[in-house]
């Protein structure tokens, strides 16, 4: 069975930081693009951040270009989202995805969905 399990989210103030963490089992991250879509009531999914661990390939969105960052640590089989300087339109779920493919463009090509976190961000 496919898990992956989204943790670190909470309730920050403008400028804060969070880390988020997708623990990833029933796969192993070097074999698949990890992703970090974020989701707000009403609005299609957005693409933050993916990684290819086994070459260190990572892409951003330019919302959050320069404030996260996204890293692997292969041991833990689990991937980070590092979020500073956090604004209150950083406010969403943030999910946890795995695929074939690395890209921001669309959700609907990853193959596994995980849970969600929720990130909230007050001015």
């Known amino acids: 069975e496919v898990q992956l399990q989204a943790s670190g989210g909470g309730s920050v103030q403008d400028?804060?930081?969070?880390?988020?963490?997708?623990?990833?089992?029933?796969?192993?991250?070097?074999?698949?693009?990890?992703?970090?879509?974020?989701?707000?009531?009403?609005?299609?999914?957005?693409?933050?951040?993916?990684?290819?661990?086994i070459?260190?390939?990572?892409?951003?969105?330019?919302?959050?270009?320069?404030?996260?960052?996204?890293?692997?640590?292969?041991?833990?089989?689990?991937?980070?989202?590092e979020m500073n300087s956090l604004k209150p339109e950083d406010t969403a779920v943030y999910h946890c995805l795995a695929?074939?493919?690395a890209t921001l463009t669309s959700p609907y090509v990853y193959d596994y969905w995980g849970q969600g976190t929720q990130v909230t961000v007050s001015s």
């Open 99 to 101: 695929g074939g493919v």
């Open 15 to 53: 400028g804060g930081s969070l880390r988020l963490s997708c623990a990833a089992s029933g796969l192993v991250i070097d074999d698949f693009a990890i992703a970090w879509f974020r989701q707000v009531p009403g609005k299609e999914r957005e693409g933050v951040s993916v990684i290819r661990s």
């Open 55 to 81: 070459d260190s390939t990572a892409y951003y969105g330019d919302s959050v270009k320069g404030r996260f960052t996204i890293s692997a640590d292969k041991d833990k089989n689990t991937v980070y989202l």
